[in-house]
């Protein structure tokens, strides 16, 4: 397994923007479907987005919708995600990762590397 190295997060305000970023470098993960997920205090991670390992077919959940943005640099090398109109709902802890395949993925077991995890505050 490979671990992904993640920045950005911290707390903003609602309505804010906060960028995150993850190294997907690795030759083990470059050519896998990439995906962003968040873990809420008590409760189980959640898929938030994935993007094919060239940027392609963004998927994103319902409630971030029109909101966030997934991406990936032209090197294939770094994904984003850009989060516009943040609320309190958006309050957790976010995970870059990579799939094990260049798949569709979707729940965390289609996961096999990860980020370490990065905090979203959303809070006035």
């Known amino acids: 397994q490979v671990r992904l190295a993640q920045s950005g997060g911290g707390l903003v305000q609602p309505g804010g923007s906060l960028k995150l970023s993850c190294d997907v470098s690795h030759r083990f993960v470059q050519y896998n479907t990439k995906g962003w997920f968040r873990q809420a205090p008590g409760k189980e991670r959640e898929f938030v987005a994935s993007?094919?390992?060239?940027?392609?077919?963004?998927i994103y959940r319902d409630s971030v919708k029109g909101r966030f943005t997934i991406s990936v640099d032209s090197t294939y090398n770094t994904l984003y995600l850009q989060m516009d109109s943040l609320n309190s709902g958006d309050t957790a802890v976010y995970y870059c990762?990579?799939?094990?395949?260049?798949?569709?993925?979707?729940?965390?077991?289609?996961?096999?590397?990860w980020g370490q995890g990065t905090q979203v505050t959303v809070s006035s």
């Open positions: 993007v094919g390992f060239n940027g392609n077919n963004p």
């Open positions: 990762a990579s799939c094990k395949h260049p798949g569709a993925c979707f729940v965390p077991d289609d996961y096999q590397d």
